[in-house]
């Protein structure tokens, strides 16, 4: 194929691994006359926290027919480049040693890169269409290393080095690219070819993993209706002892995961860990749609220079929680105990903390830049997660539609009517619009809803709306530092500190100290490293066997490192928390309502 560089031109070598730096080169063929600005993305999208990637950048500077330019830095992410006549070549080197699926890394073992992270924004080009020669390192060291990404290939081979193509920028920087000695896996979701790139070394079943995934992609390409926006799509998967996360693209998703949580070669059941990385693929995948293509609008109008504020993060990320699960037991994938699990244990992290009844979701969706992304010890007592409880308003959103509705609607008919309007047509969704559509879709009242689950800080009320379709709700004690539902019902007499709990080098440290609660009353403060309880040595294996030889109202003696300070405690202990919670099904449920759990469950209605 004729090479055909474009107008913008970008040429990405990995040029010093064990530096972790690559050198990069962008050439401009037509400058602005005026003076030519570039600059670097400040966030990436999909990751709503101001992120500053211009600070990895080691040098920067700019030549025309091979003579120097006068760059001159005009704010913290941007350059402007002097007037020049004809081309202009700007050379700069990135570090990279962010190993996450929103940065980049190299080393002697891989490179990855977020395009935000390399790739300039040539300011008053940005439509333009952009090429990118990437190339191997020429140490012979490296000769094995092949490359992954989504992006359209122009002379480069599969999986090789060489020339690819983006339509403007918005699409440059939306394929993250995977070079060296992975593994990889393909199949086929109704017809489209998708791989599973594996980077990082493990002994998972990646034909399972492979045979699950098909799956759950031909599940949520027939919620939203063929044909799929895509016609090709990379899973780009880094394997690590321990780790997760991921990032949604338009045509491709980042991964993270540990060694353990892929599937063993003949293990027949679903681990938990397994069940969490399908999960998380299933969540990425169906950002193909929501968030890639239905887009809230203040994040779709942003340069990525500064934040974006919308107050609709809960749609996006919470609906896609609420899908992600659901995707696996309606294709198939797990069983129905499996998924009241998964709802039980993502019900129970939302009731942990006052934080969900502190702060709305609209107000989380909003904050993010300044709460979500920056957790601190005391997140549970004041902040709503738009991930897992905006998951529990989507499943209470849904379950209303459906009894409003006389179960002749449900939020898979809002869903698709929102990627109708504005995925398929690109038009990004202004805020307010998903409540209109709710609405005029399927004919209910629902802005009582909203105004309490969402603009306020009710609850969803799951209990009345999970006993319509046979199911039950309960609320039990949960153990310190517990934060997944129970398998065995507690004893209702359990005493508690009321704390989050972490093992740090085989020390039991306060994570949260719960407001109110009996460490917090005593002066205990998350980070503190308990000692003894008692005069009794605290592990973590040991914490709960020795708070169990009391009861609530026992006042104990506790001894805490703060620092490098030995202090004090007299604690009156109090019951454990009921904020685990088990949703199973009520065997006493009547006809009508097992047949409306069967519609919700299958996504079907009347």
């Given at each position: 194929?004729?090479?055909?560089?474009?107008?913008?031109?970008?040429?990405?070598?990995?040029a010093?691994?064990g530096g972790?730096?690559?050198?990069?080169?962008?050439?401009?063929a037509?400058?602005?006359?005026?003076?030519?600005?570039?600059?670097?993305?400040?966030?990436?999208?999909?990751?709503?926290?101001?992120?500053?990637?211009?600070?990895?950048?080691?040098?920067?500077?700019a030549?025309?027919?091979?003579?120097?330019?006068?760059?001159?830095?005009?704010?913290?992410s941007?350059?402007?480049?002097?007037?020049?006549?004809g081309?202009?070549?700007?050379?700069?080197?990135?570090?990279?040693?962010?190993?996450?699926?929103?940065?980049?890394?190299?080393?002697?073992?891989?490179?990855?890169?977020?395009?935000?992270?390399?790739f300039?924004?040539?300011?008053?080009?940005e439509?333009?269409?952009?090429?990118?020669?990437v190339?191997?390192?020429?140490?012979?060291?490296?000769?094995?290393?092949?490359l992954a990404?989504?992006?359209?290939?122009?002379?480069?081979?599969?999986?090789g080095?060489?020339?690819?193509?983006?339509a403007?920028y918005?699409?440059l920087?939306?394929?993250?690219?995977?070079?060296?000695t992975?593994?990889?896996?393909?199949?086929e979701a109704?017809?489209?070819?998708?791989?599973?790139?594996?980077?990082?070394?493990?002994?998972?079943?990646?034909?399972r993993?492979?045979?699950?995934?098909?799956?759950?992609?031909?599940?949520?390409?027939?919620?939203f209706g063929?044909?799929?926006?895509?016609?090709r799509?990379?899973?780009?998967?880094?394997?690590?002892?321990?780790?997760y996360?991921?990032?949604?693209?338009?045509?491709?998703?980042?991964?993270?995961?540990?060694?353990n949580?892929?599937?063993?070669?003949g293990?027949?059941?679903i681990?938990?860990?397994?069940?969490?990385?399908?999960?998380l693929?299933?969540?990425?995948?169906?950002?193909l749609?929501?968030?890639?293509?239905i887009?809230p609008a203040p994040?779709?109008?942003?340069?990525?220079?500064?934040?974006?504020?919308?107050?609709?993060l809960w749609?996006?990320?919470g609906?896609?929680s609420?899908?992600?699960?659901?995707?696996?037991?309606?294709s198939?994938?797990?069983?129905?105990?499996?998924?009241l699990?998964?709802?039980s244990?993502?019900?129970?992290?939302?009731?942990?903390g006052?934080?969900?009844?502190?702060?709305?979701?609209?107000?989380?969706?909003?904050d993010?830049?300044?709460?979500?992304y920056?957790?601190?010890?005391?997140?549970?007592?004041?902040q709503?997660s738009?991930?897992?409880?905006?998951a529990?308003?989507?499943?209470?959103?849904?379950?209303?539609?459906?009894?409003?509705?006389?179960?002749?609607?449900s939020?898979?008919?809002?869903?698709?009517?929102?990627?109708?309007?504005?995925?398929?047509?690109?038009?990004?969704?202004?805020?307010?619009?998903?409540?209109?559509?709710?609405?005029?879709?399927?004919?209910?009242?629902l802005s009582?809803?909203?105004?309490?689950?969402?603009?306020?800080?009710?609850?969803?009320?799951l209990?009345?709306?999970?006993a319509r379709?046979g199911l039950?709700f309960d609320?039990?004690?949960?153990?310190?530092g517990?934060?997944?539902?129970?398998?065995?019902?507690?004893?209702?007499?359990?005493?508690?500190?009321?704390?989050?709990?972490?093992?740090?080098?085989?020390r039991l440290c306060?994570?949260?100290?719960?407001?109110?609660?009996?460490a917090?009353?005593?002066?205990?403060?998350?980070?503190?490293?308990?000692?003894?309880?008692?005069?009794m040595r605290?592990?973590?294996?040991?914490?709960?066997?020795?708070?169990?030889?009391?009861?609530?109202?026992d006042v104990v003696?506790?001894e805490?490192?703060?620092?490098d300070?030995?202090?004090?405690?007299s604690?009156?202990l109090?019951?454990?928390?009921?904020?685990?919670?088990?949703?199973?099904?009520?065997?006493e449920?009547?006809a009508?309502?097992?047949?409306l759990?069967?519609?919700?469950?299958?996504?079907?209605?009347?």
């Amino acid at each position: 194929m004729t090479r055909q560089l474009a107008q913008i031109h970008y040429e990405i070598i990995a040029a010093d691994p064990g530096g972790h730096v690559f050198d990069v080169h962008c050439t401009i063929a037509s400058p602005d006359p005026q003076g030519q600005c570039v600059s670097l993305p400040s966030w990436t999208p999909g990751s709503y926290l101001v992120r500053d990637f211009a600070g990895h950048v080691i040098e920067l500077a700019a030549s025309s027919a091979g003579e120097p330019v006068r760059v001159q830095k005009s704010d913290k992410s941007t350059w402007r480049i002097e007037s020049c006549d004809g081309p202009v070549d700007i050379h700069y080197r990135v570090y990279a040693n962010d190993l996450t699926v929103r940065g980049a890394h190299l080393d002697s073992t891989h490179g990855f890169f977020n395009g935000p992270c390399i790739f300039l924004r040539v300011h008053g080009q940005e439509e333009a269409r952009c090429t990118v020669q990437v190339e191997r390192n020429p140490n012979e060291r490296f000769a094995e290393w092949h490359l992954a990404t989504s992006m359209h290939r122009l002379d480069a081979a599969p999986h090789g080095f060489g020339l690819y193509q983006a339509a403007d920028y918005r699409e440059l920087i939306d394929h993250p690219f995977e070079m060296g000695t992975f593994q990889t896996q393909y199949f086929e979701a109704h017809g489209v070819p998708h791989q599973l790139v594996v980077t990082g070394r493990h002994r998972g079943d990646l034909v399972r993993v492979a045979r699950d995934l098909k799956l759950v992609c031909e599940y949520q390409m027939e919620l939203f209706g063929m044909p799929p926006p895509v016609d090709r799509y990379v899973f780009l998967l880094t394997v690590l002892g321990s780790g997760y996360g991921g990032l949604e693209h338009g045509w491709s998703s980042s991964l993270v995961a540990g060694r353990n949580d892929l599937p063993r070669f003949g293990a027949d059941k679903i681990s938990d860990e397994y069940c969490g990385f399908l999960g998380l693929a299933s969540h990425e995948y169906f950002h193909l749609w929501n968030v890639k293509r239905i887009r809230p609008a203040p994040v779709a109008e942003s340069d990525l220079a500064r934040e974006a504020y919308t107050r609709q993060l809960w749609i996006f990320e919470g609906i896609t929680s609420y899908y992600d699960d659901l995707s696996l037991y309606r294709s198939g994938v797990i069983d129905l105990d499996a998924y009241l699990t998964l709802v039980s244990n993502m019900a129970t992290r939302v009731w942990m903390g006052d934080g969900r009844l502190t702060q709305s979701l609209a107000d989380a969706s909003f904050d993010a830049w300044v709460k979500f992304y920056k957790r601190d010890d005391n997140a549970p007592n004041t902040q709503a997660s738009y991930y897992t409880k905006g998951a529990l308003a989507a499943l209470g959103l849904d379950l209303t539609i459906r009894q409003r509705s006389d179960a002749r609607y449900s939020l898979d008919d809002v869903v698709r009517a929102v990627w109708e309007q504005h995925g398929r047509t690109d038009i990004p969704l202004p805020e307010g619009r998903f409540e209109e559509i709710a609405a005029e879709v399927c004919g209910v009242e629902l802005s009582d809803y909203f105004d309490a689950v969402i603009r306020g800080v009710d609850d969803p009320p799951l209990a009345d709306l999970f006993a319509r379709v046979g199911l039950s709700f309960d609320l039990m004690a949960l153990r310190d530092g517990d934060t997944r539902s129970p398998k065995k019902t507690p004893a209702e007499n359990l005493a508690a500190l009321h704390v989050g709990t972490r093992n740090v080098n085989g020390r039991l440290c306060l994570s949260t100290v719960y407001t109110h609660g009996p460490a917090h009353r005593a002066g205990l403060a998350s980070r503190d490293e308990l000692v003894a309880i008692e005069g009794m040595r605290v592990t973590p294996a040991n914490y709960h066997k020795l708070l169990s030889c009391y009861r609530p109202g026992d006042v104990v003696a506790i001894e805490a490192f703060r620092r490098d300070e030995l202090h004090r405690f007299s604690v009156e202990l109090d019951p454990a928390p009921h904020s685990a919670v088990r949703v199973a099904l009520d065997g006493e449920a009547q006809a009508a309502s097992v047949e409306l759990r069967h519609l919700w469950l299958h996504g079907e209605t009347l």
